[in-house]
């Protein structure tokens, strides 16, 4: 289980400091040609690469910190209910968007998001309705549990609440990706709300609710455990994704871009953090566990009493998540 924590933090700081870098790339490198021009060709090579590439790998190691994490805190079976329908059905939406208009309004991808499925959606992005859908959902439904909703309100509440924190963060994705003079994708037929379709949003939260429903359906047996440090991954990258978007649409676009941006943050940041803050702050069940498990081992005939397992100080390692068949 270490062995997984720490490779699931060495992906998790990856997934930030590649943010990081995309930003220095895209807002202080690509404005910049002169600079591009002193490297050498080695350095040119590399930044084209990382240009061209490092879309792909955020949101790689995105996908890997938020597999990781909940296969250690939830259960493979848990994990894989949640990701198999959030992959499956946001790609459906997203193949259905690029061909028709619908849910989002009529748009095409471009480069920089890898290989794209039928020549239309990069792998990459149903791998981020995951990732972010996920950590969404989690907030919502430990945010909700802990004060006390049970049984289909929570559910609904989870559904409701996770998918619009997933689409306050497209209110800095969208501009950051499609307006700016380094584009991702593009809007065919812009919209009335800063540029984008007002569809675009409720293609978002329905997408959202479409897969985040799936996931409470299979989920209506299984109870979930997360203390407020174990659900700090999900907050985390939440925020930096939320960030990364925001950090770009602020700089690059004008100041009337504040409005979606304030909106977001009020719809999406500022309740995520809430959520986050409502889960319970310790882990005392366990550290109760353990101790009996100590006093235990202390009693057995034979077995030295420095054998016995000490509380952990980093409760963020112990599996807590408690995932059982009983009703929640």
Same mark, same amino acid.
């Given at each position: 289980m270490r062995?997984?924590?720490?490779?699931?933090?060495?992906?998790?700081?990856?997934?930030?400091?590649?943010?990081?870098f995309g930003l220095a790339g895209l807002l202080l490198v690509l404005p910049n040609p002169?600079?591009? &021009?002193?490297?050498?060709?080695?350095?040119?090579?590399?930044?084209?690469? /990382? #240009?061209?590439?490092?879309?792909?790998?955020?949101?790689?190691? +995105? =996908?890997?910190?938020? /597999?990781?994490? &909940?296969?250690?805190?939830? $259960?493979?079976?848990?994990?894989?209910?949640? #990701? @198999?329908?959030?992959?499956?059905? /946001?790609? +459906? /939406?997203?193949?259905? +968007?690029?061909?028709?208009?619908?849910?989002?309004?009529?748009?095409?991808?471009? *480069?920089?998001?890898?290989?794209?499925?039928?020549?239309?959606?990069?792998?990459?992005?149903?791998?981020?309705?995951?990732?972010?859908?996920?950590?969404t959902y989690l907030l =919502?439904?430990?945010?909700?549990?802990?004060?006390?909703?049970? $049984?289909?309100?929570?559910?609904?509440?989870?559904?409701?609440?996770?998918?619009?924190? @997933?689409? &306050?963060?497209?209110?800095?994705?969208?501009?950051? #990706?499609?307006?700016? =003079?380094?584009?991702?994708?593009?809007?065919?037929?812009?919209?009335?709300?800063?540029?984008?379709?007002?569809? *675009?949003?409720?293609?978002?939260?329905?997408?959202?609710?479409?897969? #985040?429903?799936v996931a409470a359906l299979c989920w209506r047996n299984t109870t979930i455990a997360l203390t407020r440090a174990q659900l700090t991954v999900p907050l985390i990258i939440y925020l930096v994704n939320f960030a990364f978007g925001a950090v770009i649409t602020l700089n690059q676009l004008d100041m009337r871009f504040w409005i979606p941006t304030a909106i977001g943050a009020l719809l999406g940041v500022l309740p995520a953090i809430g959520l986050w803050w409502l889960a319970e702050p310790a882990v005392a069940n366990e550290f109760e566990a353990i101790a009996a498990e100590s006093t235990l081992r202390e009693s057995e005939p034979g077995k030295p009493a420095d054998k016995a397992v000490a509380p952990q100080s980093d409760v963020s390692t112990v599996p807590v998540a408690a995932v059982s068949k009983s009703s929640s």
């Amino acid at each position: 289980m270490r062995q997984l924590v720490a490779i699931e933090r060495f992906c998790l700081t990856g997934h930030v400091v590649s943010l990081i870098f995309g930003l220095a790339g895209l807002l202080l490198v690509l404005p910049n040609p002169e600079f591009i &021009a002193a490297l050498p060709a080695f350095g040119q090579a590399l930044f084209g690469w /990382s #240009m061209a590439g490092g879309g792909v790998v955020y949101i790689l190691l +995105g =996908a890997v910190t938020v /597999s990781l994490y &909940a296969y250690r805190t939830l $259960g493979w079976r848990t994990w894989l209910l949640f #990701m @198999l329908p959030a992959i499956g059905l /946001s790609l +459906g /939406s997203e193949l259905l +968007g690029t061909s028709t208009g619908f849910p989002f309004g009529h748009y095409g991808y471009l *480069n920089g998001l890898g290989y794209k499925i039928a020549g239309l959606v990069p792998f990459t992005i149903p791998l981020s309705w995951f990732y972010v859908g996920l950590s969404t959902y989690l907030l =919502a439904w430990v945010g909700l549990e802990a004060i006390g909703l049970k $049984g289909w309100v929570k559910q609904v509440g989870a559904i409701a609440i996770g998918s619009l924190l @997933l689409t &306050a963060w497209d209110f800095v994705l969208d501009p950051a #990706m499609s307006q700016t =003079a380094y584009p991702f994708w593009e809007f065919r037929d812009p919209g009335q709300f800063f540029g984008m379709p007002y569809r *675009n949003l409720t293609g978002w939260l329905g997408t959202g609710a479409l897969f #985040m429903s799936v996931a409470a359906l299979c989920w209506r047996n299984t109870t979930i455990a997360l203390t407020r440090a174990q659900l700090t991954v999900p907050l985390i990258i939440y925020l930096v994704n939320f960030a990364f978007g925001a950090v770009i649409t602020l700089n690059q676009l004008d100041m009337r871009f504040w409005i979606p941006t304030a909106i977001g943050a009020l719809l999406g940041v500022l309740p995520a953090i809430g959520l986050w803050w409502l889960a319970e702050p310790a882990v005392a069940n366990e550290f109760e566990a353990i101790a009996a498990e100590s006093t235990l081992r202390e009693s057995e005939p034979g077995k030295p009493a420095d054998k016995a397992v000490a509380p952990q100080s980093d409760v963020s390692t112990v599996p807590v998540a408690a995932v059982s068949k009983s009703s929640s």
